[in-house]
């Protein structure tokens, strides 16, 4: 692949990261679009890959790199790598069998369902986004810790290991990184009452150092004390101390309550090809199969990619999805959600009896409030694939770049603000624009319903394909294309992932586009069939690992972001 970097690692960079290899050199190729023979870790930074890929080489499997790159992201991708937040984690190991890692975040004991709105009943601005109530009770640590101690093999000390070495000797920030920070230096400040590392007296430019030794700190708490380094103990003291000086309600008995769930995966056929991903409480799973099997039918390869047919399907197949889930999706723990029946082909069928070939159907309403031109693809998500077949597919999140931009003093990482992704209001659309209603109101310990949508992609058997995606809302849309990219337009996993993308979720009722991505003809077409377009300036950012005939893995590291697939 001419885009691809080769480089040979010297002793010095090893030594960085810890590794205790002895002498020899390190053979790593990192890239955005790579083919390896072995192992290979796809994340959104080129740091984070490595750390992966690193551990893998050192004889990690694929979750070991998993957490390995998890608490590495914490460090080197404060967007949204986190340890102060919460994901989904999709572990198929090399004997075909799967399972769900869920650490989505919950709400606090002492959440209501009314505590976003004020006296008249209204929203109240910023309050679910931008303050200590915004924050659910984080499940990283926990997720991170119960998929190495169930699935690793290498000793926990030396996985989060190269995070601590990073966050102490610090790292050098992209340009879009320093543009994040810098975009976001004015709410560092005025959301907390100390300067976080992330704030520096003139503006960051490309190639600054970043050094956290707070967040070091607490690493090596959770290093030296696993679970109860991060949910009781010191961290646990200043995260609570910092709640009650915020007026924030997460609790000790919160955190010391909070477990990750492994839950079974949801499946699905298409095409001939095995599809495995999340189950609520992510609605990312339900929507991606929903989506596949409405559009299965139709000859998408016949009428091309971003063709006027394939677009108008998919909108269609999008505005049914997303209605289902504004209806139906929550926590499973809290409410009973008819899965099956979501799935099945024939209640499928049956939503596409309306569709029409010719014209743009109708979204009940309009709503108002829906923030133009949302731009955070601060989620992260990070494939990985060991040299025995063992995949990892990840998804994480504070949920906005940053989360709420507050910083645990003296403990440095941020908080998440999570609590937005319920409904904080029926019918008020959060800041994707998503609406619910009771199925994802607020209730003491519920998870929030999410959108993420780690996938793993099967054929005859063997793994084929490892993917997912920032975005919010997009997310299961975006996972979606990019299958159909793969599978039905035979395009090769760079091509599949930097290809242009739309997307549609019922409320608000328009198809927003990349610019760019379709052409001015396909466009007036649409519109003369009745669909509302609106440019917009990215949608998601991939990370995927193609699986080649013979066994070499291909990393799709998207051209949107400084991703990087790193391997050996
Ligand atoms: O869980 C969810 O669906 C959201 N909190 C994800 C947020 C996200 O993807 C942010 N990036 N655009």
Redesign the pocket.
């Known amino acids: 692949m001419n885009k691809s970097i080769y480089i040979i690692l010297s002793l010095s960079f090893v030594t960085s990261c810890t590794m205790k290899t002895g002498n020899e050199k390190i053979k790593i190729i990192e890239g955005k679009n790579i083919i390896t023979d072995s192992g290979m870790v796809v994340s959104a930074h080129p740091q984070s890959s490595r750390i992966g890929a690193l551990i893998l080489q050192k004889g990690g499997n694929a979750v070991d790199a998993a957490v390995a790159t998890g608490f590495a992201l914490a460090v080197c991708y404060p967007e949204?790598g986190n340890i102060g937040g919460g994901g989904f984690m999709l572990i198929r190991t090399n004997d075909g069998k799967s399972v769900v890692i869920d650490y989505r975040e919950k709400a606090p004991g002492n959440a209501s369902r009314d505590m976003y709105l004020d006296k008249s009943g209204n929203v109240s601005d910023g309050m679910s986004t931008d303050t200590y109530l915004a924050s659910g009770v984080p499940g990283s640590v926990a997720g991170m810790i119960t998929a190495h101690s169930k699935y690793g093999k290498l000793p926990f000390k030396e996985v989060i290991q190269p995070a601590i070495d990073l966050a102490e000797k610090g790292f050098a920030v992209t340009k879009k990184q320093a543009d994040d920070l810098n975009v976001n230096k004015l709410s560092f400040i005025e959301r907390n009452t100390f300067r976080p590392a992330f704030v520096k007296d003139s503006l960051w430019k490309d190639g600054d150092t970043l050094v956290q030794n707070d967040l070091a700190e607490t690493l090596k708490r959770i290093r030296d004390y696993g679970r109860e380094g991060f949910y009781s103990g010191r961290t646990a003291g200043l995260l609570i101390g910092a709640m009650k000086k915020g007026n924030g309600i997460v609790s000790e008995q919160d955190l010391k309550e909070y477990k990750a769930v492994l839950r079974l995966p949801l499946t699905a056929d298409y095409k001939g090809y095995h599809i495995i991903t999340v189950p609520p409480p992510?609605s990312g799973g339900v929507t991606l199969i929903q989506l596949l099997k409405m559009t299965e039918p139709y000859p998408l390869s016949h009428w091309g990619f971003l063709s006027v047919q394939a677009i108008h399907l998919i909108t269609e197949a999008e505005r049914r999805a997303f209605a289902d889930r504004s209806q139906y999706l929550g926590d499973p723990d809290f409410i009973k959600i008819p899965v099956d029946q979501l799935l099945s082909t024939n209640y499928l069928s049956e939503r596409m009896r309306t569709f029409d070939e010719k014209k743009a159907s109708s979204s009940q309403e309009i709503r108002p409030g829906f923030p133009e031109g949302y731009t955070?693809?601060?989620?992260t998500h990070y494939s990985v694939v060991d040299a025995q077949g063992n995949a990892v597919s990840t998804t994480t999140?504070l949920?906005?770049t940053f989360g709420n931009s507050i910083v645990v003093d003296s403990a440095g990482f941020l908080l998440n603000n999570?609590m937005d992704?319920f409904s904080v209001k029926p019918g008020v659309p959060n800041m994707y624009g998503l609406v619910g209603g009771e199925a994802n109101s607020v209730k003491p310990g519920k998870r929030m319903l999410?959108?993420?949508t780690p996938a793993i992609l099967e054929k005859d058997g063997k793994l084929l394909l490892v993917l997912g995606t920032?975005?919010?809302s997009t997310?299961p849309t975006t996972v979606f294309q990019v299958i159909i990219n793969v599978l039905d337009y035979n395009m090769n996993i760079e091509q599949a992932v930097d290809a242009g993308r739309f997307h549609h979720q019922w409320l608000p009722d328009w198809i927003s586009y990349e610019k760019n991505a379709i052409d001015s003809l396909t466009l007036s077409e649409l519109e003369d069939m009745g669909h509302i377009l609106k440019e917009r300036a990215s949608i998601g950012s991939i990370n995927a690992i193609l699986i080649l005939p013979g066994g070499k893995k291909a990393g799709g590291a998207d051209k949107r972001g400084n991703n990087s697939s790193c391997g050996y």
């Open positions: 949204a992510s955070s693809e601060q989620t999140t949920n906005n999570e992704d999410s959108s993420m920032p975005g919010g997310i």
